[in-house]
């Protein structure tokens, strides 16, 4: 049997644009209230860093410009509810400095994987602790098992697993097979062991096994597709965002040239060869359609279907990205899942045991 596995990134604008309100309280309401509906479960994949510095800014300015009350609130009233919430950082926020009504970034930090252990120890250790002290009075059996790396960066590996087994975290859920980033963040996963089926994650490298890891990688779900695959109108919604709130600006308007990226001709190449290759096609329920998801799901149950246990198909989605289109669109998926209880089930990482 498949569980499905919605993991929501929750976090503003890369580049430290938004209203946290807008962009993740409100529009995760919404996912919630839709799962319930479904009896479907929700992980949210909360970033500590920048609720951290919400935080922060309320307690030293007697403001909740940033409505941290309303963050923690929702994040207990999701595990109130059943649902489930795991942790994701952008490292970038740590030393971040709140200037002229903007969160300003350290980008030397900004590449999670390209840290030093004892930097990459103490932000997980942080995450964890916040998220243990807020959830366990509402859940004792609450536990910070999970984590995903802004920009899917967990390659270098080899500070990033040692940082986790270091705090007692079991799963990590960045990389998604066939993916490839050069430029800021850079990784490449296309040979990690599989698209869906869990692996124990060789602390050198994470798309290696090793059979004596204490941390199992579980993948986005992925397929290499061609460009035309990649088509719906809430891919080009998400495009629009990301390009109206760009991270490479922020970075190279004088805050540090050296974190560009790859040079113009390079990029310029890569580019006018996309529509010839094949690329890597996540299973992102703000950018597919509900009718792509479920085609998907049926593919990734034709290939291991067959499979005795029960095997983890994981999604990925921003709160951010969440429009009204999605919610109707998603519930084709989730009446499909919930209609097929002989096949697929909702779940969480908590579900399995690696």
Not at 186 to 214: E, G, H, M, Q
Not at 272 to 290: E, V
Request: contains cysteine.
């Amino acid at each position: 049997m498949f569980k499905v596995i919605f993991t929501v990134d929750y976090e503003i604008h890369g580049n430290g644009d938004g209203c946290p309100y807008s962009l993740m309280v409100e529009p995760t309401y919404r996912i919630l209230d839709l799962f319930d509906r479904y009896d479907a479960k929700l992980t949210i994949m909360a970033e500590v860093a920048e609720i951290l510095k919400f935080k922060e800014y309320k307690e030293e300015y007697g403001s909740d410009d940033y409505h941290y009350e309303a963050i923690a609130e929702q994040l207990r009233e999701a595990v109130r509810r059943g649902h489930d919430v795991q942790l994701h950082i952008h490292p970038s926020y740590f030393n971040a400095r709140h200037q002229n009504g903007r969160w300003v970034q350290d980008w030397q930090e900004y590449n999670l994987a390209g840290l030093p252990f004892e930097r990459l120890d103490y932000m997980i250790r942080s995450g964890k602790h916040y998220l243990e002290e807020l959830l366990k009075p509402v859940s004792p059996t609450y536990q910070c098992i999970a984590f995903r790396a802004a920009n899917w960066a967990v390659s270098p590996s080899h500070n990033v697993v040692r940082a986790l087994v270091n705090n007692g975290f079991s799963i990590e859920t960045s990389v998604f097979k066939y993916g490839r980033r050069d430029g800021i963040v850079s990784f490449d996963y296309s040979n990690a062991p599989s698209n869906l089926i869990p692996w124990p994650a060789d602390v050198n490298d994470i798309c290696k096994r090793s059979d004596t890891s204490l941390i199992t990688e579980v993948p986005i779900y992925a397929e290499r597709r061609w460009i035309g695959a990649f088509l719906s109108t809430s891919r080009i919604h998400g495009v629009s965002m990301t390009r109206n709130h760009p991270i490479q600006s922020t970075i190279t308007d004088g805050i540090d040239t050296r974190l560009s990226m790859t040079a113009g001709p390079k990029r310029l190449l890569a580019k006018l060869a996309m529509p010839f290759r094949l690329h890597s096609w996540k299973a992102d329920f703000n950018k597919c359609t509900g009718q792509q998801l479920i085609r998907a799901l049926e593919r990734a149950d034709a290939e291991y279907g067959e499979l005795t246990d029960d095997l983890p198909f994981v999604l990925i989605g921003h709160s951010k990205l969440f429009t009204q289109y999605n919610e109707r669109s998603l519930s084709l998926f989730l009446n499909f899942v919930a209609n097929q209880p002989n096949r697929f089930d909702f779940g969480v990482f908590g579900d399995f045991s690696f």
